[in-house]
């Protein structure tokens, strides 16, 4: 499988912004659901966004209003903005990858929120 990196994180105050990036390689980036999902410390994996082929969003209703999910099939890049951030977003986040039938994640890139 073509691996997934992500790229962006790291140590933010509350309040303040991150955008992270996900790389894909991939010939079938433009007919994959991609998506972010995040893992806290004793918690499990969590969805964040994602984003169809055709540009539909969701979102956890945690984010909604601060994060955007978005995408770039000329150059197979899909980001999340992630603005207003709170200490309770501190996590790995993940890129996530979905086509036929497949599903793949990148190595995570860590989100530190402090208060």
């Known amino acids: 499988q073509v691996p997934l990196v992500e790229s962006g994180g790291g140590l933010v105050q509350a309040g303040g912004s991150l955008r992270l990036s996900c790389a894909d390689s991939?010939?079938?980036?433009?007919?994959?659901?991609m998506g972010w999902y995040r893992q806290a410390p004793g918690k499990q994996r969590e969805l964040v966004a994602s984003?169809?082929?055709?540009?539909?969003?969701t979102y956890a209703d945690s984010v909604k209003g601060r994060f955007t999910i978005s995408r770039d099939n000329a150059k197979m890049m899909v980001y999340l903005q992630m603005d207003s951030l709170k200490p309770e977003d501190t996590a790995v986040y993940y890129c996530?990858?979905?086509?036929?039938?497949?599903?793949?994640w990148g190595p995570g890139t860590q989100v530190t929120v402090s208060s």
């Open positions: 996530n990858r979905v086509v036929s039938g497949s599903t793949d």
């Open positions: 984003i169809t082929n055709g540009g539909s969003t």
């Open positions: 991939g010939r079938l980036f433009s007919i994959s659901r």
